[in-house]
């Protein structure tokens, strides 16, 4: 027989789905005054700074090879370019172009929730609840 979960656990959870809708639609929002889907917007955000594209697959928590299709439209809408990186010329960095800033910045103003959900806490309150949830996560069964 399965456990129940209790009152203060269905309200968490619900309370991660509000959080997760409310991401999610002002990124959505944000993206399409752009004509971007929300993970082109969400790797030119990750690009503001020249980086590994192997990065943003991660920062995405997608496939390298579905990184590389979503840049390939950002470079050629011009908000993107790709250099060899000075010290590895096999790994490219990826870095926006100027165009590619401003859009960024347009983008952060449009998303003052997704890109700083946890402002109204302070330094404390944030290092616990990433505690918190570190715990919850290592206890996951992957079941």
Do not use: C
């Not at 456990?3 to 399409?32: C, G, K, M, W």
């Not at 005054?33 to 929300?38: R, S």
């Not at 809408?77 to 060899?84: A, D, I, Q």
């Not at 490219?92 to 952060?108: I, N, P």
């Amino acid at each position: 027989m399965a456990h129940r979960p209790d009152d203060i656990t269905r309200q968490i959870v619900a309370l991660f789905a509000a959080i997760n809708r409310r991401y999610a639609r002002e990124s959505e929002q944000a993206a399409a005054e752009h004509e971007l889907t929300p993970l082109q917007a969400k790797a030119l955000l990750a690009a503001e700074e020249p980086v590994p594209m192997r990065r943003i697959a991660e920062y995405l928590h997608a496939e390298p090879s579905n990184v590389t299709t979503i840049i390939d439209r950002l470079e050629g809408r011009g908000l993107v370019e790709r250099h060899p990186a000075p010290d590895d010329r096999r790994v490219k960095l990826v870095a926006a172009t100027e165009t590619g800033l401003r859009v960024a910045a347009d983008l952060r103003t449009r998303m003052p929730f997704a890109t700083q959900p946890l402002h109204a806490l302070d330094d404390r309150q944030r290092e616990t609840l990433r505690d918190l949830l570190q715990l919850v996560a290592g206890s996951a069964s992957p079941n």
